[in-house]
């Protein structure tokens, strides 16, 4: 089997947009704790913003891999990643911590709509004795997002506070937007 078949123009945008969106999702880890707590939450807090976008995603992920099969892979994917537009701008523009909370979750259902979906499309499109190849590939894109998110949304964030002279709790906002579109750019991949 040629790698061409592994590798095809199906299987690389899936593994762009996951590179992307997984960019756009570990932009604030750098500083985040610092952003929930310039909305007033305690610092001990801090773990169920991580829960609460976990707990969702594992909750909902099953539903939305047996949804994908009804309704069709790429159609939800691109409702996960459109969610994940709106919910990255609110979570620039949020308020308060328990609104921070609200959307972390709603976020986690939006990746639980993406992940299944995008991971059952690729396993649609490769010969089965070529699928581990494919998934490899697909989840080192995955995983070099989650590398380069942190250092990109670090460095927005720096250049939002030091760059734009924005205020410390407004530069914890910006990388939020880009986080948005960033998803805009996964949904064109996808599209």
């Known amino acids: 089997m040629r790698r061409s078949e592994v ?54 992920s099953s539903h939305f891999g047996s949804l994908s099969d009804r ?9 996960g990643l459109l969610a994940d537009v709106f919910l990255g701008t609110l979570t620039g523009l949020v308020q308060n911590w328990p609104s921070l909370l609200v959307v972390r979750a709603l976020n986690g259902v ?13 396993v649609d499109q490769v010969p089965s004795r070529r699928r581990g190849e494919a998934l490899g590939f697909f989840l080192t894109a995955t995983m070099v997002g989650w590398f380069l998110g942190p250092v990109f949304g670090g460095t927005v964030q720096f250049l939002s506070e030091t760059g734009l002279g924005l205020a410390l709790e407004d530069s914890y906002r910006i990388p939020y937007f880009v986080d948005s579109a960033l998803s805009v750019i996964a949904m064109g991949f996808v599209a």
């Open 71 to 79: 309704v069709g892979r790429k159609k939800l994917i691109q409702a």
């Open 7 to 60: 590798y095809s123009a199906s299987v690389i945008v899936l593994s762009l947009a996951s590179l992307v969106e997984n960019i756009a999702g570990a932009l604030p880890a750098s500083y985040f704790p610092y952003y929930a707590t310039s909305l007033g939450a305690e610092i001990w807090f801090i773990g169920s913003f991580v829960a609460a976008f976990l707990v969702a995603n594992a909750l909902l």
């Open 110 to 122: 939006a990746t639980a709509a993406v992940r299944p979906a995008a991971e059952a499309s690729l």
